[in-house]
């Protein structure tokens, strides 16, 4: 039976680490493979998930020895139990690819829920009197009463005074409190908070978000956009911690570097300063003595954590001052503990009493657990030093050492009695006192509830044993239907093969997707090219616009028929709508200059690509067109086609994106997307006339709008946009 050590956090059901994943792979090959069962239940569960024919399509890569009818699982029929049995779980039983999806997606979300039993451990265990003792440093003494016991405070004398000298530097007159403005409602919490701090009367050029206000913006959007509310402020760019913990800064033009590596390093009188929650202890920035910081307040903030914050002006009391931002919640917490009414105003001295109500608020809530963490130590202790003496532990002795973790309905939601005795469960093991001394401590503290449910709700968090998922179908808003209309350009091409300059009969096949939110941060007129790919005007329009912005994403026409000129030296291609195609059939079957070809995009490799129009054509003509493997993985990427034909293809794809199809070669600068940004000869793109990344907007493309938002990373097009490289290797069948 395994263990983990606790109260660390617990595996959550979605755990699927890649070292575990490979071991347990190892062992399904050691004993013979997953059985019959294990695979049904596999299957089952893979006939319920969103991708399933891309799913099963890599079990198949890893089987090929299985039949080709089962190839596609629409072949396989699991009522048939023999033939499952017999005909394809051998093939599939030590599968790799089936084996990490057994794995990952049924074992552990069901068996790391909880254990039977578990072996815990804490940070008495680290605290504990050991030869080479454990040390460690804070800021203030707050935390004292909830060190295990074998840790010693150096309360030395020349530092007693700091604790108190803190305080007096904040309740200086320098220093003031600002209520944040409620009102405009249409602001979230990060923008009415900025707009308090620069409309301060006096300069504030620092933001020490303790109080964790701002949860709906990163780091860097926080620092573009406060110096977009600072307007004309000499302040020229904003120090703050990027997503890897480094400290960087951004400038007015939105450039983003490293503080150490750029100019600000030595000029931070002309920066601004913005550290979130996580930051605002451990930091040293040396400021100008006459920076002031706003400090937020939030639920829960204890002294320690405010003071902490607060220092990180290293003058403070001494030039450098803050002024507490108190939101309104925070504010009735403030008059409910100071006994003021809600008319009056806070003071320094109110946000003080207040945080320090929070810290002995926030001990009497730890007590309760830290009495039990130390009983279990002194039990453990107890059983290990007997094991020493006696040289070798007893399997009784180990299993004292084992707590029950897995718990009825009964245990874990009945009402608790009102019992508030300390809870002690192995007494005669206490040699070293330990109890003793932990009672003489909680007993300093009144009403401490050891029955209540604070002790065991650490565990209902980490448990988390109902994954429920709930599909929730969004539908397109209603929308009037847009009439439909067969331009006389459109049939000047189905009858002559020739484009009308300037018409409005059509346009570039990817212009037509500029109102989509996916060309919200890309140009899709980039995609141009060499114009060869349109798209008819009856096609893109689809439902009548009433308003603007307009955004088409739940109504954008699937590519289903396509008219190509013949007889041109370069070849063209017009998207048409079901209507336009109904209409001209009867004049493309005897039409020499273009045909009509039926197309699908390729989404499910059980199927063959449609790509070069050959299979179902309209026209004169015996022949099908000859389409240009440029054109057509044009069209490929317009329609959101997932697979690729060839590694040809593949490499046509990333040259006409601007996208690297190798490791970045000698001389060139490539982005972690794959765009180039500069190649050997300072080309951005590569030649391709394309500026900037497009692997965001085919992103959208192919999930959001093409896929109606399903998985596509395991398709060619997903590991592309997913910034990985493919090898020929990929496209063997």
């Not at 001295?349 to 207040?354: A, I, K, N, Q, Y």
């Not at 060499?530 to 798209?535: D, I, T, V, Y």
């Not at 030296?569 to 020499?592: C, G, H, K």
């Amino acid at each position: 039976m395994p263990y983990r050590a606790k109260d660390s956090p617990a595996p959550r059901a979605e755990f699927s680490h890649p070292h575990v994943v490979m071991v347990l792979t190892h062992l399904c090959y050691y004993y013979g493979g997953l059985g019959d069962d294990e695979l049904f239940t596999a299957f089952d569960h893979l006939a319920q998930s969103d991708r399933s024919h891309l799913e099963y399509h890599a079990w198949t890569k890893d089987a090929p020895g299985l039949s080709a009818a089962f190839m596609s699982l629409e072949g396989v029929n699991l009522r048939d139990r023999r033939q499952c049995q017999v005909e394809i779980f051998p093939h599939l039983r030590t599968a790799k690819s089936v084996v990490d999806y057994f794995v990952s997606r049924i074992v552990f979300p069901k068996e790391m829920k909880e254990f039977p039993h578990k072996l815990a451990a804490s940070g008495w265990d680290l605290g504990k009197v050991k030869d080479h003792p454990t040390t460690g440093f804070s800021g203030t003494n707050d935390s004292r009463e909830v060190l295990p016991l074998d840790v010693e405070y150096l309360d030395l004398g020349s530092q007693k005074f700091t604790n108190a000298l803190v305080l007096c530097h904040l309740l200086g007159p320098e220093n003031a409190v600002a209520p944040i403005d409620c009102r405009g409602q249409d602001l979230s919490d990060a923008e009415r908070l900025l707009q308090m701090v620069v409309g301060l009367e006096r300069p504030t050029q620092v933001i020490l978000d303790v109080g964790a206000q701002i949860l709906e913006l990163g780091n860097l959007d926080v620092a573009r956009r406060w110096l977009e509310i600072q307007g004309g402020s000499h302040m020229q760019a904003v120090v703050f911690f990027d997503d890897n913990d480094e400290m960087a800064v951004v400038d007015r033009k939105g450039h983003a570097e490293a503080l150490q590596t750029s100019p600000y390093a030595a000029q931070l009188d002309v920066c601004l300063v913005y550290l979130d929650e996580a930051h605002t202890r451990g930091t040293d920035l040396k400021l100008p003595t006459y920076y002031r910081a706003a400090v937020t307040l939030g639920a829960g903030l204890t002294k320690d954590r405010l003071v902490q914050a607060c220092m990180r002006l290293r003058k403070l009391g001494l030039g450098q001052s803050v002024v507490f931002c108190v939101p309104s919640e925070i504010s009735i917490k403030i008059f409910e503990c100071t006994g003021k009414s809600v008319n009056a105003d806070i003071d320094v001295s109110d946000v003080l009493f207040w945080a320090i109500s929070e810290t002995f608020t926030d001990i009497r809530r730890s007590i309760p657990l830290w009495a039990m963490q130390g009983s279990r130590f002194a039990h453990q202790r107890g059983t290990w030093s007997a094991t020493s003496s006696a040289g070798d532990m007893s399997r009784t002795q180990a299993q004292s050492l084992l707590e029950d973790e897995a718990q009825s309905i009964q245990q874990r939601y009945s009402p608790r009695r009102g019992d508030a005795t300390l809870p002690w469960k192995y007494p005669e093991t206490d040699s070293h006192g330990y109890l003793h001394r932990i009672a003489k401590r909680c007993r300093e503290f009144e009403d401490l509830r050891f029955d209540s449910s604070v002790l065991s709700e650490e565990q209902e968090r980490e448990l988390a044993p109902e994954i429920e998922e709930e599909r929730q179908v969004q539908h397109a808003a209603p929308a009037e239907p847009a009439p439909h209309r067969l331009h006389k350009d459109v049939i000047r091409f189905a009858s002559l093969g020739v484009f009308v300059p300037g018409s409005d009969a059509y346009m570039p096949a990817f212009c037509a997707l500029s109102n989509t939110s996916a060309a919200a941060s890309f140009d899709p007129a980039q995609l141009v090219g060499r114009k060869q790919l349109f798209a008819s005007a009856d096609f893109v329009r689809t439902v009548t616009q009433k308003s603007l912005p307009f955004v088409s994403d739940q109504y954008q026409r699937s590519v289903q028929w396509v008219l190509t000129n013949r007889g041109k030296a370069e070849i063209s291609m017009l998207i048409i709508s079901p209507f336009e195609a109904q209409e001209l059939m009867p004049q493309l079957s005897i039409s020499t200059k273009a045909s009509l070809s039926l197309y699908k995009p390729l989404t499910n490799l059980r199927y063959r690509s449609l790509d070069r129009l050959d299979f179902f054509t309209i026209s004169a003509q015996s022949t099908s067109p000859q389409v240009p493997r440029s054109l057509a993985v044009q069209l490929s990427l317009f329609t959101g086609q997932l697979y690729l034909t060839s590694f040809e293809d593949f490499q046509e794809t990333c040259h006409f994106l601007g996208l690297a199809e190798e490791e970045t070669p000698v001389g060139w600068n490539v982005a972690a997307d794959g765009f180039v940004l500069r190649d050997d000869q300072g080309r951005v793109g590569a030649g391709s006339g394309i500026t900037s990344s497009p692997v965001q907007f085919l992103k959208e493309l192919m999930t959001k709008i093409r896929q109606n938002g399903e998985d596509i990373g395991k398709s060619h097009m997903g590991n592309l946009v997913n910034g990985k490289l493919l090898c020929r290797s990929d496209f063997t069948v």
